[in-house]
């Protein structure tokens, strides 16, 4: 075994964690947020971000592979998908009370509309309650983001992680001359 396979790796927490943030900015900030509709490309470029900050930590001789940049863009997504899972529940669920009676009014309107649609009321009256539920329960609402964002966050953390693996990974060292030639 050579000296390279003997080092440990750097530590991933800052890295993760600047490209959590990073994630979280391109998701709650107005204006930047609309990067997002680009395939989530503020989330992969949070995620990539979070690679080249962890390819900086390595040693030159210790070989940088493609697994090592998913690893940090899905930890990244996962780190970016609770930080906004906060950030959203605060914004949304200590929200004036006048915003909140506009949301209730604009959901109440949405399936008016649906039930003149010929929609099963049943199940319309179903998801009402469950989304007034969701909205007046901030646990509640705070676990349906997470649950969405962390589906989001991390599988398209993990695609920024492959982008910047293969952009990042070590190329071909130069292997020492064999002694025994």
């Known amino acids: 075994m050579n000296d390279a ?3 440990e790796k750097p530590a991933k927490l800052i890295p993760v964690l600047i490209g ?58 996962l780190v970016g998908s609770v930080l906004t899972a906060i950030i959203e529940t605060i914004t949304m669920g200590l929200g004036s009370e006048q915003a909140r009676f506009e949301m209730e009014q604009e959901i109440e309107r949405a399936f008016d ?6 929609s099963d009321p049943a199940v319309l009256e179903g998801v009402q309650q469950f989304m007034t539920t969701v909205l007046t329960n901030p646990f509640m609402l705070f676990l349906m983001v997470l649950v969405f964002t962390a589906l989001v966050f991390t599988g398209f953390g993990a695609l920024g992680g492959v982008i910047g693996g293969n952009i990042f990974k070590t190329k071909d060292l130069p292997t020492p001359a064999d002694p025994m030639n």
């Open 113 to 118: 509309q649906a039930a003149t649609q010929g």
């Open 20 to 77: 959590g943030a990073a994630i979280t900015a391109s998701a709650v900030i107005p204006g930047i947020n609309f990067l997002n509709c680009l395939c989530c490309a503020g989330v992969m470029g949070g995620a990539i971000l979070a690679v080249w900050f962890y390819k900086k930590n390595f040693p030159y001789d210790m070989p940088f592979r493609i697994s090592d940049g998913v690893i940090v863009g899905t930890l990244s997504g």
């Open 5 to 7: 396979t003997m080092m």
